[in-house]
């Protein structure tokens, strides 16, 4: 029996693995997006790098993936992943509330910058299927670079972070219909055949989210355990993956499909911090996947074709782009960052190639090449994005200037964690002053009934602080937690305190101890309930001896207010 270390499946597994903690943590010391790194080492590691100095030097195979289609499954699993993810965020009202910058600008975008790559393509003479296939896929910007720029910048809430959004979502739209047009000529069957047959199996995906999903997801969360949680979302996934490879599709249109239908459901907040551990490491092994298929050596064969191409699709993209966001409205610096920061094709873009080329709109050359052009344009995507926000910087960034016509945007929400009596009388004492909340609650069959009622609430499991990272943090005015369980308040108080240092926390704690333990973690405002209810007696007692209620509610808060001084105090000691 060979030792593990023998085994090429285990050294891929411990090469990939070395590189997802390795690479991770280095770029984001550096502020620079992991993509770049996982390319690289793809790169490196590959048989056009490393790999390829094997057999002179034996030793290279510890540190090598020895064949490139191992890595086949679980790189198709990462996008999957990604679209899956992506379609969560397709709802209902977050298109109504962006639908001039989704519809509009992010329409002409693609529209626009498609067209110009393709009069530039005629040239090639790649047919007119051809063509068409290459510059919509080319004209795609990548969400991951796009996103993560934006969020370690702060910027996802200037006018630069929502218009490059609004761009991303529009071409996050575009995706599933442009996988379908590009692999309904990939089988045996007619055009019109494959499209009949790719419409009945994502109206059967629809049609199963919308009357199973709800169910199972409400079973799932009814177990308290969030494994059997991510198997639910893990089922769904593949099943619709599945159902959409049988109809002929991409993998992919099924799992973009069954994320927009959990989109509008109480429990997709929960579904996203279920899968982003899994989503960002199997989209890790997607980008080695990309890097290991980067023929370096063909780049310095024909370093014109490749280089060339490579600038003149971000020039062309970033151009045209830029014109359309200076005609919408937007100050130059705006401008100039998103249409840097978007110049890039995306990771998206390598789906619709590998379609594309499956369906026979174009040779494996011209899909080689254009493959090389994406891989070396998606690597310096982040190095675009530092320089648009150098631009913004310089020429004036409009972070207090709203869309035209748009109507300025509400008041952040304050985020409600634990809905229970407490949680409830403070959602009634927003309502009384016009605040808006979202709530989070881990009874499932209570977020059920309230959703019917109204109230805006989610399905969460507060024990997961990751669920915080699908919240809205970032926007929100301020968070209240309410929780039973002074291990969570504690494990959630230090994580908004880590990655929102200036969000207001107000926390309800068990007792004086215990509400000193959460100012020292870094809790705005602690309310110990014993100390609450001694004061609510206290009120109540000297009310009935006679001492008049103004006098009785002034004492009463300045004994508050020293009690929490005295608390605050003590976390320093």
Same mark, same amino acid.
């Given at each position: 029996?060979?030792?593990?270390? +023998?085994?090429?499946?285990?050294?891929?597994?411990?090469?990939?693995?070395?590189?997802?903690?390795?690479?991770?943590?280095?770029?984001?010391?550096?502020?620079?997006?992991?993509?770049?790194?996982?390319?690289?080492?793809?790169?490196?590691?590959?048989?056009?790098?490393?790999?390829?100095?094997?057999?002179?030097?034996?030793?290279?195979?510890?540190?090598?993936?020895?064949?490139?289609?191992?890595?086949?499954?679980?790189? +198709?699993?990462?996008?999957?992943?990604?679209?899956?993810?992506?379609?969560?965020?397709? %709802?209902?009202?977050?298109?109504?509330?962006?639908?001039?910058?989704?519809?509009?600008?992010?329409?002409?975008?693609?529209?626009?910058?498609?067209?110009?790559? !393709?009069?530039?393509?005629?040239?090639?003479?790649?047919?007119?299927?051809?063509?068409?296939?290459?510059?919509?896929?080319?004209?795609?910007?990548?969400?991951?670079?796009?996103?993560?720029?934006?969020?370690?910048?702060?910027?996802?809430? =200037? *006018?630069?972070?929502? =218009?490059?959004?609004?761009?991303?979502?529009?071409?996050?739209?575009?995706?599933?219909?442009?996988?379908?047009?590009?692999?309904?000529?990939?089988?045996?069957?007619?055009?019109?055949?494959?499209?009949?047959?790719?419409?009945?199996?994502?109206?059967?995906?629809?049609?199963?989210?919308?009357?199973?999903?709800?169910?199972?997801?409400?079973?799932?969360?009814?177990?308290?355990?969030?494994?059997?949680?991510?198997?639910?979302?893990?089922?769904?996934?593949?099943?619709?993956? %599945?159902? !959409?490879?049988?109809?002929?599709?991409?993998?992919?249109?099924?799992?973009?499909?069954?994320?927009?239908?959990?989109?509008?459901?109480?429990?997709?907040?929960?579904?996203?911090?279920?899968?982003?551990?899994?989503?960002?490491?199997?989209?890790?092994?997607?980008?080695?996947?990309?890097?290991?298929?980067?023929?370096?050596?063909?780049?310095?064969?024909?370093?014109?074709?490749?280089?060339?191409?490579?600038?003149?699709?971000?020039?062309?993209?970033?151009?045209?782009?830029?014109?359309?966001?200076?005609?919408?409205?937007?100050?130059?610096?705006?401008?100039?960052?998103?249409?840097?920061?978007?110049?890039?094709?995306?990771? =998206?873009?390598?789906?619709?190639?590998?379609?594309?080329?499956?369906?026979?709109?174009?040779?494996?050359?011209?899909?080689?090449?254009?493959?090389?052009?994406?891989?070396?344009?998606?690597?310096?995507?982040?190095?675009?994005?530092?320089?648009?926000?150098?631009?913004?910087?310089?020429?004036?960034?409009?972070?207090?200037? +709203?869309?035209?016509?748009?109507?300025?945007?509400?008041?952040?929400?304050?985020?409600?964690?634990?809905?229970?009596?407490?949680?409830?009388?403070?959602?009634?004492?927003?309502?009384?002053?016009?605040?808006?909340?979202?709530?989070?609650? %881990?009874?499932?069959?209570?977020?059920?009934?309230?959703?019917?009622?109204?109230?805006?609430?989610?399905?969460?499991?507060?024990?997961?602080? @990751?669920?915080?990272?699908?919240?809205?943090?970032?926007?929100?005015?301020?968070?209240?937690?309410?929780?039973?369980?002074? @291990?969570?308040?504690?494990?959630?108080?230090?994580?908004?305190? @880590?990655?929102?240092?200036?969000?207001?926390?107000?926390?309800?704690?068990?007792?004086?101890?215990?509400?000193?333990?959460?100012?020292?973690?870094?809790?705005?405002?602690?309310?110990?309930?014993?100390?609450?209810?001694?004061?609510?007696?206290? *009120?109540?007692?000297?009310?009935?001896?006679?001492?008049?209620?103004?006098?009785?509610?002034?004492?009463?808060?300045?004994?508050?207010?020293?009690?929490?001084?005295?608390?605050?105090?003590?976390?320093?000691?």
């Amino acid at each position: 029996m060979a030792l593990p270390l +023998e085994s090429s499946a285990f050294r891929d597994i411990v090469v990939v693995l070395g590189a997802s903690g390795l690479v991770i943590p280095a770029f984001a010391a550096l502020r620079i997006s992991p993509v770049v790194g996982f390319i690289l080492v793809g790169i490196a590691v590959g048989p056009f790098g490393l790999g390829g100095l094997v057999d002179r030097l034996p030793f290279l195979d510890m540190v090598t993936i020895s064949n490139a289609a191992v890595l086949t499954a679980p790189a +198709e699993m990462g996008i999957s992943l990604l679209l899956f993810a992506l379609g969560l965020e397709l %709802s209902r009202d977050r298109l109504r509330t962006m639908r001039h910058v989704v519809f509009g600008i992010g329409a002409a975008q693609l529209l626009l910058c498609s067209a110009a790559l !393709a009069a530039v393509l005629l040239i090639f003479g790649l047919g007119a299927g051809g063509t068409a296939a290459l510059a919509l896929a080319l004209a795609l910007s990548s969400t991951a670079v796009g996103l993560q720029m934006l969020s370690a910048s702060g910027r996802m809430t =200037t *006018q630069a972070g929502r =218009t490059a959004f609004g761009i991303l979502l529009f071409q996050d739209i575009a995706i599933a219909p442009l996988l379908l047009l590009f692999s309904a000529g990939a089988g045996d069957r007619s055009f019109g055949a494959s499209i009949a047959v790719s419409l009945l199996a994502i109206g059967g995906i629809a049609l199963f989210g919308r009357l199973l999903l709800p169910a199972l997801f409400l079973q799932a969360a009814r177990t308290r355990r969030p494994e059997f949680f991510l198997a639910a979302a893990l089922v769904v996934l593949i099943g619709s993956a %599945s159902v !959409a490879a049988l109809a002929g599709l991409s993998p992919a249109v099924g799992a973009l499909v069954a994320g927009v239908m959990l989109s509008e459901t109480e429990y997709r907040r929960q579904v996203e911090a279920a899968i982003a551990p899994f989503q960002g490491l199997l989209l890790g092994v997607f980008l080695i996947w990309v890097g290991m298929q980067l023929d370096l050596p063909a780049v310095a064969a024909q370093p014109l074709l490749i280089i060339g191409g490579v600038l003149a699709v971000l020039a062309i993209k970033a151009v045209v782009l830029g014109l359309v966001l200076v005609r919408s409205g937007r100050p130059r610096g705006v401008a100039a960052h998103v249409a840097l920061l978007l110049a890039a094709p995306s990771e =998206t873009s390598l789906i619709l190639l590998g379609t594309a080329l499956a369906a026979g709109l174009f040779s494996n050359d011209v899909a080689n090449t254009a493959l090389l052009i994406t891989g070396l344009a998606l690597a310096i995507a982040p190095l675009l994005g530092l320089a648009g926000q150098a631009l913004e910087d310089r020429l004036g960034h409009g972070r207090a200037v +709203e869309e035209a016509g748009a109507a300025p945007p509400p008041d952040g929400r304050t985020i409600i964690v634990g809905f229970g009596r407490v949680g409830q009388m403070v959602a009634a004492m927003l309502d009384v002053h016009n605040k808006p909340y979202l709530a989070v609650d %881990s009874d499932p069959d209570e977020v059920a009934r309230l959703r019917r009622e109204g109230v805006p609430i989610v399905y969460g499991d507060a024990r997961r602080p @990751e669920l915080l990272d699908s919240l809205g943090l970032d926007t929100a005015k301020a968070v209240v937690l309410t929780i039973d369980g002074a @291990e969570s308040l504690g494990l959630l108080v230090r994580r908004i305190r @880590e990655h929102h240092p200036d969000l207001c926390t107000v926390v309800r704690a068990r007792d004086a101890d215990h509400a000193t333990q959460l100012y020292a973690l870094g809790a705005t405002d602690a309310v110990p309930e014993t100390v609450e209810s001694s004061l609510q007696l206290a *009120q109540d007692l000297l009310v009935n001896l006679g001492v008049p209620m103004g006098l009785v509610i002034a004492s009463i808060h300045d004994k508050r207010a020293a009690l929490r001084t005295t608390l605050q105090t003590a976390r320093n000691r």
